[in-house]
């Protein structure tokens, strides 16, 4: 379980069936057994441990350099500490905080016992685990404040021109790109894959998990969230050239601001094309002008139907370029 946010070194994922031996085989090959140890201190002794995590005068202001859940810690990065009670053995907790030095050298933990009187650092230290042991269930420890309102750059919202959002985005490869655009309508088109992906309505996306935290709670990288319900759904790349079941080769190739809306450009098999995105006329919806340059055979537009949403229409026109 992730602890250290500011890592830049991750430990590879694995699946469960290759590691769930480990848990135990670490405690097992240091000669300890499951059930063995020191009764750990019940979370109705947690009184006293309380005023110890707060940063405040008369405690250990634990969480001057620990986080606590969502609330960022007051100055250094130490571990989360919200869940140290389910990591941690309790007997290794107090070798630790007896001398945190003799098992990190360097440590910048503060060794608060040594030359308290052994019996009340035991006790303090017993009351402290049990505060920790409450987890969520702690009260705000003193010297956090609320969680902070979203700020524009974790909720960005397109008032009154389209905005432009480069970020990792649900069912979409890394090169997703999300638009949001007046009046609630949004999309993800993927330069990845030079598609648009979905289009949804209600607002434009959370970024608030993925500016702190580089995995979730499924290990997985974070994605934007978006704010909002789904009416709309790509079905895969849109064009064939010569036949229609003939795989593109397809070429992201940039996109500029027209019209105050982006406008897509990517190559299919050679041939430019130039997608625009806007809102519809009327209602939640979206229209998708193509432009194709100039083609000396067939071109298939993926016209299956779509999961999300009933009323999809096609309009089609041709002209021929001069010359």
Not at 94 to 99: E, I, K, P, S, T
Not at 299 to 317: A, C, K, M, S, Y
Request: charged share 25%; proline share 8%; with cysteine.
């Amino acid at each position: 379980e992730r602890v250290h946010r500011a890592l830049t070194i991750r430990m590879p994922h694995y699946p469960a069936g290759q590691v769930s031996g480990l848990a135990e085989g670490f405690p097992k090959a240091g000669g300890v057994e499951p059930g063995d140890g020191i009764a750990a201190p019940r979370p109705s002794d947690a009184g006293a441990g309380m005023l110890g995590v707060n940063a405040r005068k008369g405690g250990m202001a634990c969480v001057g350099c620990h986080d606590w859940g969502p609330h960022r810690s007051l100055g250094e990065d130490g571990p989360q500490l919200i869940n140290a009670a389910h990591r941690l053995r309790y007997e290794w907790y107090q070798r630790w905080m007896r001398n945190p030095a003799r098992i990190l050298s360097g440590t910048s933990m503060p060794n608060y016992f040594s030359s308290m009187d052994p019996a009340r650092a035991e006790q303090t230290i017993a009351t402290l685990w049990a505060a920790l042991s409450l987890g969520a269930r702690l009260p705000l420890p003193e010297g956090l404040g609320a969680v902070a309102a979203p700020d524009r750059e974790a909720r960005p919202e397109p008032v009154r021109e389209a905005m432009v959002v480069r970020w990792d985005m649900p069912e979409a490869t890394p090169a997703a790109i999300a638009v949001g655009m007046p009046g609630k309508i949004s999309y993800c088109f993927d330069a990845g894959e030079c598609r648009l992906r979905y289009a949804w309505y209600g607002g434009f996306v959370d970024l608030s998990e993925t500016l702190y935290r580089k995995t979730d709670e499924n290990r997985l990288t974070p994605t934007a969230r978006i704010l909002g319900e789904m009416f709309y759904k790509g079905q895969g790349f849109p064009f064939r050239v010569g036949a229609p079941d003939r795989v593109p080769a397809w070429r992201f190739k940039g996109y500029r601001i027209a019209g105050g809306y982006p406008e897509f450009h990517y190559l299919v098999d050679g041939i430019d094309v130039r997608e625009h995105v806007v809102p519809a006329a009327a209602g939640v919806g979206i229209t998708r002008r193509f432009t194709i340059g100039q083609v000396d055979q067939e071109i298939w537009f993926e016209g299956r139907p779509v999961p999300l949403g009933t009323n999809v229409r096609f309009e089609v026109t041709a002209r021929k370029e001069a010359g």
